[in-house]
C-alpha cells in the first residue's frame, strides 16, 4: 500500500499566483516527520520544509508553508507568490519510526509548471 | 564546503560487471542513505545506515550490497549489475532522523 500519495502528477500555475501541493500520507507510527523536496530540472534534490509530527504549528520557510491535518493524513505544501524558478518536481517524503531509525518514504512526485 | 559527493556521476556498464558507487560526506553525519529514483515510482530506498558498522534494508535491497566502515563514506555495490538497475541513484546524508537529509548530486547508471 502506498504510504505517500501526491495525486497531481502535474499542475500548470499563473506567475505570482499560489498553489498548493497535495500529499496525504498512511502511517500507524505517531512519531514520524513529513518532508518536502524540490527537484528542478538539473536533478538535484533540494530540501524545502519539515513536519514533525508533534509539532502544533504549521512549518512555514519563506514562500513555503505546510499545511498540516493530522486527522486527515494530509501534509500540503503551499507555495505563495509562484515563480518561475519554482518549476519543478516537488516530492513528499515521511520518515517512520523512533529516533534511531531513519527509513524514508516518498511520493511519486508532481511536477510543477510556472506559466509567466 | 558543506556537502555530500557521489562518483561517478554517469555510468554505462554491462550486465554482470561488479561496480561501486562511492559516497562521501563532510558534514560529520551519522547517518546516510541511499536511494534509486525511476520515473513514476519517484526515490525509494535501497539501504540506509545509523553509524559505523551498522546498515540496514530499504524499501528495495535486492541486488545491492553497502558498507559503512567510515563515518564519512557509504558506497554501493552492486556486485551483478542487471539492466532493471538502470536508474539515477542518489546518496543522502543527515546529522539526525528528525532533521532534513542532505543529498548528493546522483548517480545516472545505465546498464546495457
Known amino acids: 500500500a502506498q504510504k505517500i500519495t501526491q495525486t497531481q502528477p502535474g499542475m500548470f500555475v499563473q506567475e505570482k499566483e499560489a498553489v498548493t501541493l497535495d500529499c496525504t500520507y498512511d502511517t500507524s507510527d505517531q512519531s514520524y516527520g513529513l518532508f518536502w523536496y524540490k527537484q528542478p530540472s538539473s536533478g538535484e534534490m533540494i530540501f524545502l520544509i519539515y513536519?514533525?509530527?508533534?509539532?502544533?504549528q504549521n512549518a512555514t520557510e519563506g514562500r513555503y508553508s505546510l499545511n498540516f491535518q493530522k486527522a486527515r493524513k494530509s501534509a500540503n505544501l503551499v507555495i505563495s507568490a509562484s515563480q518561475l524558478g519554482d518549476s519543478a518536481m516537488y516530492f513528499c517524503?515521511?520518515?517512520?519510526?523512533?529516533?534511531?531509525?531513519?527509513?524514508?518514504?516518498f511520493g511519486q512526485g508532481t511536477r510543477l509548471t510556472i506559466n509567466p | 564546503e558543506a556537502q555530500v559527493t557521489q562518483n561517478p556521476r554517469y555510468l554505462i556498464t554491462v550486465t554482470g560487471k561488479k561496480l561501486t558507487v562511492t559516497c562521501s560526506q563532510n558534514m560529520n553525519h551519522e547517518y546516510m542513505s541511499w536511494y534509486r529514483q525511476d520515473p513514476g515510482l519517484g526515490l525509494r530506498q535501497i539501504y540506509y545506515s545509523m553509524n559505523v558498522e551498522v546498515t540496514d534494508k530499504g524499501d528495495v535491497p535486492e541486488g545491492y550490497k553497502v558498507s559503512r566502515k567510515e563515518k564519512r563514506n557509504f558506497p554501493l555495490i552492486l556486485e551483478s549489475p542487471s539492466p532493471n538497475q538502470t536508474s539515477l541513484y542518489f546518496c543522502?546524508?543527515?546529522?539526525?532522523?528528525?532533521?532534513?537529509?542532505?543529498f548528493g548530486p546522483g548517480t545516472r547508471l545505465t546498464v546495457l
Open positions: 513536519q514533525g509530527s508533534y509539532d502544533e
Open positions: 543522502a546524508s543527515s546529522p539526525t532522523p528528525s532533521l532534513e537529509q542532505f
Open positions: 517524503a515521511m520518515r517512520e519510526g523512533l529516533r534511531g531509525a531513519q527509513k524514508l518514504v
